[in-house]
């Protein structure tokens, strides 16, 4: 969008372009550097079916895919929720968007966020999750969807919640708990899923008709014949695969999109929007952010061997370029604790005065 510009692997951000200018284009390649050589092949992407890809009907339906991996609130954020849902509005309500999530959870505030984000998006298209690991606020982000389907591999629940390592106040827990009960509610699920993933004093099982599929859900023991426990008291519930969809919690099980496909209804996978690249680029950016303040951390403590003035200026050039980090990573900016924007603003201030100064003194 208006954020930067990407040229091959290359991320250039639009605040660090100082002009640009019109040229002739580089001469073509050869073509054998732009195909596989006989009896080569490319590697899959994660989640690939093993098998080439069908031929797709250009009329049949598709599904906008979106890769969620990382840390809630950093990698995994609601920017490229937003962006998949523009791409989809672009084809009218009623589009479907799956995403796909592996992430060991994150921050709860930057959740509520991503959460809001899906119910509000729910209103006009449908939102798939298809889940590996989703442990906490990645498990809360899953039952924000409209669908749950696991991977063979799944793990889903454990929603706890603590501030800096330590345990929260008991209404703290409550008030999230009313939370996702709410967030439950607007997907067709059971409210009893909430308490259970989110405290180890809580109880949840189930009955299943044999003949309807239809599930019943208890808060307490039952005792009863069929009863099926999933979460005992003194553990946090936490779903694998076969629980989740057997319970009635999952829609099915795919391990990859041609299995998806199949469960989606869909006469074949045909993926639609950018969400690939959109996660890889963001994913590519965060690192960029974090390598890059490493380096010039380390290049401020040896900035000690230069003269004064030469100090001042290479600060102040560090130190924008951290201001730019903020506003183009903001999130990987505060996990690494550096200075906020308004300090290194008042900071890149003081350091230009200094220089004014010691200029007007030579």
């Known amino acids: 969008a ?18 640009m200018t019109s040229g002739d284009a580089p001469a073509a390649a050869p073509e054998e550097s732009n195909t596989a050589k006989s009896g080569e092949s490319e590697p899959a992407a994660p989640g690939a079916p093993s098998s080439p890809t069908p031929e797709v009907d250009a009329d049949a339906p598709g599904v906008f895919y979106l890769p969620m991996s990382g840390m809630v609130g950093l990698e995994m954020r609601p920017e490229e929720i937003e962006l998949i849902v523009a791409e989809a509005d672009k084809h009218g309500d009623g589009q479907t968007i799956v995403l796909d999530i592996e992430s060991g959870g994150g921050m709860v505030i930057e959740y509520i966020v991503v959460a809001q984000t899906i119910v509000e ?50 209404e703290t ?21 909430a308490r259970p993933m989110v405290r180890n004093d809580s109880w949840i099982s189930y009955i299943k008709d044999p003949i309807t599929g239809d599930v019943e859900y208890f808060g307490s023991r039952q005792d009863i014949p069929g009863e099926v426990v999933l979460s005992n ?46 996660h890889d680029t963001w994913h590519r950016t965060c690192e960029r952010c974090k390598e890059d303040i490493r380096k010039t ?66």
């Open 2 to 19: 208006d954020m930067y510009l990407q040229v091959g692997d290359v991320v250039i951000f639009r605040s660090d372009i100082l002009s």
């Open 121 to 170: 998006y729910k209103k006009r298209h449908k939102f798939v999750a298809w889940v590996g690991e989703a442990i906490s606020a990645a498990a809360a982000t899953a039952l924000a969807c409209d669908r749950i389907i696991f991977k063979s591999n799944a793990r889903l629940g454990a929603i706890t919640m603590h501030s800096s390592g330590n345990p929260v106040s008991d």
């Open 173 to 193: 827990e409550e008030r999230w708990i009313t939370l996702l009960k709410g967030v439950l509610r607007t997907s067709g699920y059971s409210e009893h899923w």
């Open 233 to 278: 008291y003194g553990e946090n519930c936490v779903l694998s695969a076969e629980q989740g969809v057997d319970s009635g919690l999952g829609y099915g099980r795919a391990d990859n999109k041609e299995e998806l496909a199949v469960i989606l209804d869909l006469p074949a996978w045909k993926e639609l929007g950018t969400g690939q690249k959109m």
């Open 297 to 362: 951390s380390a290049r401020l403590g040896m900035l000690g061997e230069y003269p004064q003035m030469v100090q001042l200026r290479k600060r102040i050039e560090i130190y924008k370029g951290w201001l730019r980090w903020w506003k183009n990573a903001p999130n990987q900016m505060l996990l690494l604790g550096v200075p906020s924007k308004e300090q290194l603003e008042e900071m890149v201030e003081e350091l230009q005065r200094e220089l004014r100064e010691g200029a007007g003194r030579g």
